[in-house]
T-cell receptor, first 115, second 112 residues
Framework: GENVEQHPSTLSVQEGDSAVIKCTYS??????FPWYKQELGKGPQLIID?????GEKKDQRIAVTLNKTAKHFSLHITETQPEDSAVYFC??????????????FGTGTRLLVSP | DTAVSQTPKYLVTQMGNDKSIKCEQN?????MYWYKQDSKKFLKIMFS???????INETVPNRFSPKSPDKAHLNLHINSLELGDSAVYFC???????????FGDGTRLSIL
């Protein structure tokens, strides 16, 4: 089955700096890669996703890159702000034998942005 | 107009008790999920239902029994609660293949 590794586990940056979180996956059949942000006491919220037919996607200060050959994808946050502080999860989704999809999550990165 | 709502938000109970967590989504999605998040924040899928049919069951003890009365609801019943069941349980729903999952705000279960 799919296995997703995520690094780093914690990341501290100064406000205005960039932050990069990296994930690798094991199943070459995976074709959907969402990123979630989880704030304290809340459920994970989707911030950006990418499908396997695209190498890069950008939404304002957030971008995601995907390298299918190397089986890794990354989240880039530019001009970080204190409100970006949260736990970020990557995930990979592939089709199971049953034809349905299952998301496998990375272990999370705690991002702290200091003013 | 909450998309995925879970009740209760907090559940504190004694070991050995039986408890239920309810989940409802108003997004019209066909697929719903239960996840468990432990103290280290690891998110693991437990169950998934598609149109009231169980499609994922991830080696969860049979003390856990999901029930989907209709495609907008997925409840989780837990028998004989154990200390290791303490965690945050998240419900989620998804509208289609390669579409995002939408999560509720979780139910924090604490076993005394």
């Amino acid at each position: 089955g799919e296995n997703v590794e995520q690094h780093p586990s914690t990341l501290s940056v100064q406000e205005g700096d960039s932050a990069v979180i990296k994930c690798t996956y094991s199943d070459s059949a995976s074709n959907y890669f969402p990123w979630y942000k989880q704030e304290l006491g809340k459920g994970p919220q989707l911030i950006i996703d990418i499908r396997s037919n695209v190498g890069e996607k950008k939404d304002q200060r957030i971008a995601v890159t995907l390298n299918k050959t190397a089986k890794h994808f990354s989240l880039h946050i530019t001009e970080t702000q204190p409100e970006d502080s949260a736990v970020y999860f990557c995930a990979a989704s592939g089709r199971m034998d049953t034809g349905f999809q299952k998301l496998v999550f990375g272990t999370g990165t705690r991002l702290l942005v200091s003013p | 107009d909450t998309a995925v709502s879970q009740t209760p938000k907090y559940l504190v109970t004694q070991m050995g008790n039986d408890k239920s967590i309810k989940c409802e989504q108003n997004l019209g999605h066909d697929t719903m999920y239960w996840y468990k998040q432990d103290s280290k924040k690891f998110l693991k899928i437990m169950f998934s239902y598609n149109n009231k049919e169980l499609i994922i069951n991830e080696t969860v003890p049979n003390r856990f029994s999901p029930k989907s009365p209709d495609k907008a609801h997925l409840n989780l019943h837990i028998n004989s609660l154990e200390l290791g069941d303490s965690a945050v349980y998240f419900c989620a729903s998804r509208g289609g293949i390669n579409q995002p999952q939408h999560f509720g705000d979780g139910t924090r279960l604490s076993i005394l």
